[in-house]
């Protein structure tokens, strides 16, 4: 018998939420409960996983009812994400001058994990998105970064059992954040010396921030530091949470393509913000693009490859991967 | 007697509302209705105008109370700007794919229009932030380009006695703004072949879009267009809207002496979003530093940066400026 | 009868020539002749054309020599590319600061003018990538943008019979071009109000300058002023000129694709400077990748296409395109 | 006695050298040997130290005439930068894929850290601007990485008594560099384990990409691995070493001041490329505005400062800057 060999294919809950901006302020479109939104991603009908954002909406909403609509859906909670970057925190979490909000973020964080663990989670997912500084001269980057490691470090001893993924980005929404790269927040995790804390890289953000990619996954791997990832895509200037591959194919599969090379097993997940898009099929067509880019590694001439890199022949190891992935090459 | 010259100074009245984006979905703070806002501009002291987003919050305000509001706080309208980027018209108000959604930007814009009439104001703004596309190959950009030539010319054909004033940006919301730069807008305007549009200058647009803004201002005003400006500041990569002059001084102060020397008269406009700092504050900070400029260029030595700048000679330039601005400069 | 089913590809002589940078100030590899260029050029064996730059190198080369080489390799000069930009001009070709140096520039053009009407060019390239300015207060705009209209007037009023194409680009080696885009450059040949001036499209210049090419092609179309199109690719961070198709291939098929739309029939052009590459084989590997795109074009459901970009449907256009481009979609 | 309060000033040899780019291949003015640069730099007049590149120009130019006319200049060498990016090196010097010319980097820049000795420097500049990658799949990212860690450690295992200094950079000439950012570079340091590597900050380098610089200058020291600092100053795109100061004051009064408060006592350093301006007078001028933030340190308001920075309070701490450094501020 022939099993699909294809990897687990997961989504950020958020994907199938309302989305609002500074000129949108009335949203993209009404409300969506935690509850609805899981249902959509049922909808969606390839996604095994979900990263599910807490309080739940409404707050009040028991996790068990949360356990029975991933259930009835087949999905299964992949991470937990504390908000940690509404308006209690919009002057920092782990940073925030007032030490008291700082508790309060910790505490949050200390709820979220606890209803992880109840759910099952991989890791708990921390987005310090409100964590670093707008304008010149306005923080002591030492007291900044103090802040950080301590405040992640605390929440790694007190749960030993579970896993902490940070989501590093340049920026947004402070202008700049304190966790900014993959090797800034190697330097940081390897500073807290404690096993369970690991990076979610997401794609976009290190596209934009300036990074390669795939380097990027290499060197977390490299650590032992790669706790999950997310795809989307971006004009390479701001994290614009496009469709995957929209832009940037080659690149990306660039990035499942070192991922699988060096054995990296986890979950294909998607971090899309389809904001005047359909978001059931936004999620169907990132899938559709994984589910090519999965078929095309397969046909890549590995030998040759290896070779072209070994080389650092560009033009040939662009050749190779065009032959695997176009349909219409000349002979 | 001795009147104090200096210029008048307005601000954006979103300046003093509550600011929202997609993380900090409850707000930096909480709902501020209009006449709240018209309070807060009041508070800074030196406003003589402000700009009115419509319709007012709560929508069915009278605009009596809001003229009552701006007098009481010795304040004038210099504009009213349509909400045409709100939940209706997320995929474009000009550029709509639907017409009657089309119908409904113009419909908003010609309510408000009436309403500026009311108020006395000096130009109704038009900002299409959300009239463009995000992926490649979304778009008829033939299609887009003809809605928005037309839908402008519609209205001021509609309005003749007053201004229409387009507001540029690269992007955001959009990914890609039709009126994305001065020249572009420009040339849209001048296919309008209506003399009541023209361009409202953001400082910080033109900045981040890689123009150099005083020189986006002269070829405005070289073609009679330059109708408004907006200033603030940022780090060249996104609208970060930050107080005026706190990244780019220099360049601030080349714009404003650019105004200045082209005999533009028009009124000194903040539009800043400080989301996390004091409103009030913020805004008689750009006040400050705006009129540190406005003293400053009265010290450039004239006929000794004429004569720089006939010759492009930069380092005597910024010598020249220099010797304006800093107060610590070695003998 | 069986008639070549495909565009005429060219390239730019400069792509097999000498590449220098500030810092590999002794050159990616020896210095190349013109006629050695030509025949590298020959070597690729799908070119039709080359763009050459003027003075030949060395410069006392005959005319005659370079249409024998040309001859002998089947190809033909499209353009000729006067040098504006070396050390004499670096201060600027149109708007430098002294009067003689602006008439050496236009005697260098008209020149280079008199050799492309002899070898039968299509037009002369105009790329004023000196013309501009580096700092604030350097420069007075007003006047930079007269000399810039006026000098570029003057030749098209000289050689009525000729052509000239100006390539825009935001930056490089200037810090600030004036012809940075395509509106702004669009905006200055309407100025000039003459016929033969138009615009030479690079699709790298246009992407790092925050355009979207396919639609900055169609601004120019529109106005009868796409003389020529260059390709190439980059990180939309600079000018990298990378191998056609690298980074952006979805930009680069709607671009192509808007040309072939819009019934614009010129020569599809390279503009790489493979640095560290074999200069041969990158034109090829350019060159297969235009095929593939050409290719795919053919594939694309039009009448789908036209109902998604009716209805700014980004998901259905995506999808089609992906349909035409890639080979391993599931079904 | 009144010793004189103010730092060393320094700067880079090639300030005053010939600058050379893909444009302008004949140069911005015509080639200039090392003791030309010398003498260059000796007319500066506030100079005390100079970085020299390495080979000399001529090549067999003596140790000792050097050495002769720093001294007849007043000037010391600071340090010596091997020239490991010119043609031999352009697939790069410690990352290229042929041994043999990985070994030629090694053996010139132990041959530049002996003449170093010889020149007493402080340390051994490392600046691989070919060590990287252009393309997507060009690279394997860990073996690029391994040569880049094990090739310094080598130098640095040989040559113990002296220094090495890692400048940083995002990129150029190569398209992506190894050592791109500080933390990156400071994770590669850290993971070769030896005491005399460290970083050389270029302010710059640093804020174009997407650093704040006075952060990366904290973080370096933190670790003790800030060897040494160079200055400039760019439109945050590239890295256009402009004249210090010139488009971003307050930063780079920020990044001084930081490295004040930390008790980091190095030369500040000049990396300007004054491609269109006199070179002695762009260093003058460099100087002057370093001396103009050296003195506008003394003034700010300390308590203050550390307070604002304590609540990060972003207004007050730039109100305590502009009050040091404006010349008109309103009372």
Chains 1, 2, 3, 4 share one sequence.
Do not use: C
């Not at 330097?187 to 804390?197: K, Y």
């Not at 999950?228 to 004009?235: K, L, S």
């Not at 359909?278 to 880019?293: K, L, N, P, S």
Request: no cysteine.
């Amino acid at each position: 018998m022939d099993i699909p060999m294809e990897p687990l294919f997961g989504a950020g809950i958020w994907h199938f939420g309302q989305y609002v901006d500074r000129y949108a302020t009335d949203g993209y479109g009404p409300p969506v409960s935690t509850l609805e939104a899981i249902d959509r991603a049922g909808q969606v009908g390839s996604l095994s996983v979900v990263d599910l954002t807490f309080p739940f909406a409404p707050a009040e909403l028991p996790v068990s009812e949360v356990a029975d609509a991933l259930k009835r859906n087949d999905l299964r909670a992949i991470a937990i994400t504390p908000e940690i970057y509404t308006r209690t925190f919009v002057k920092g979490a782990f940073t925030n001058p007032s030490e008291s909000v700082r508790r309060e973020a910790l505490a949050l964080i200390s709820a979220a994990a606890e209803v992880g663990r109840e759910l099952g989670v991989d890791y708990i997912k921390l987005w310090p998105g409100q964590d670093g500084w707008d304008y010149p001269f306005q923080a002591d980057y030492a007291e900044i970064w103090k802040y950080s490691v301590e405040g992640v470090r605390e929440l790694a001893v007190a749960f030993p059992d579970l896993k902490f993924a940070i989501e590093y980005k340049p920026r947004e929404p402070r202008n700049r954040m304190v966790f900014s790269g993959v090797a800034r927040t190697l330097l940081a995790i390897e500073e807290m010396g404690q096993p369970n804390v690991g990076i979610l890289l997401d794609f976009g953000h290190s596209l934009y921030g300036g990074e390669s990619p795939a380097d990027a996954a290499q060197l977390a791997i490299s650590r032992g530091r790669l706790f999950a990832i997310d795809v989307n895509d971006n004009f390479r200037g701001w994290d614009d949470d496009m469709v995957v591959g929209s832009v940037h194919l080659t690149e990306t599969v660039e990035f499942f393509w070192t991922l699988r090379r060096l054995g990296w097993e986890g979950v294909w997940q998607l971090d899309q913000f389809p904001f005047r898009e359909d978001q059931v099929q936004a999620a169907r067509d990132g899938i559709e693009v994984m589910r090519a880019i999965y078929r095309a590694i397969d046909l890549i001439d590995e030998d040759a490859l290896a070779a072209a890199q070994k080389a650092q022949d560009a033009l040939a190891a662009q050749r190779i991967i065009r032959k695997a992935l176009l349909s219409t090459l000349p002979d």
